[in-house]
């Protein structure tokens, strides 16, 4: 199995220090107010419902700008890149058809092209399929607590979208990723849903 392939498990919740103060000052209520606004913007996934069809993009991602009927901005979500020279091993262990992985690789020998490593889990608990769309690649994937690595090409940045391909029945499907900065829970996803974000290779 290729180094890029490794799996990744979520971090320990996050213990609350004890508050030293009683009476925060100025400077912690600043900080608060900024940490939460990084919450809030890091919280705002798109959701686009099936009905109004999937954005058009280029082989293997395009920039997010290239979507420019998209009412709302995709959010970045930065993940580990791939060596070049790693790219026809992580290939290999892709869904993708031999065709694509030629298509796929040639690009990353012309430089057009890169691949990141994207370690999709299910976050709820609750299971399900989703299906990831890269440009014109689909990959899918059956949600489990251990993360599944996907190997997307983008370019610097591309649009990326996780579409349910199981019945997500009342409870929805809850994915998460594994990111640069630790996993990340995705918003849950119901019949019609389309989650849309921006990859960005690091």
């Known amino acids: 199995m290729s180094d890029c392939f490794m799996t990744y498990s979520p971090d320990p919740a996050y ?8 009476k925060p ?7 608060v107010a900024l940490a939460t606004c990084a919450l809030v913007a890091g919280a705002g996934f798109h959701y686009a419902g099936s009905n109004t069809g999937n954005p058009t ?8 700008d290239q979507n420019g009927s998209t ?9 580990s890149l791939i060596a070049p020279d790693k790219a026809a091993e992580a290939l290999a262990m892709t869904s993708f058809s031999e065709k694509e992985k030629a298509d796929i690789l040639a690009g990353v020998k012309r430089r057009e092209l890169r691949l990141v490593a994207m370690p999709i889990f299910d976050a709820t608990g609750a299971g399900g399929t989703v299906t990831v769309a890269c440009g014109t690649m689909h ?5 489990q607590p251990k993360p599944t690595v996907l190997i997307l090409p983008i370019t610097v940045s591309g649009n990326v979208d996780i579409i349910p391909s199981s019945d997500p029945g009342a409870v929805g499907i809850g994915s998460g990723v594994v990111t640069m ?5 995705l918003p849950i996803m119901h019949q019609g849903d389309t989650l849309g974000l921006t990859v960005i290779a690091q």
């Open 15 to 22: 213990k609350a220090q004890p508050e030293k103060e009683e």
């Open 25 to 31: 000052s100025h400077l912690r209520l600043i900080m």
């Open 57 to 64: 993009a280029p082989l293997a991602g395009g920039s997010a």
């Open 71 to 79: 009412a709302q901005p995709r959010p970045g979500v930065q993940f």
């Open 139 to 143: 990959q899918t994937v059956l949600l």
């Open 181 to 185: 900065f630790g996993p990340q829970a």
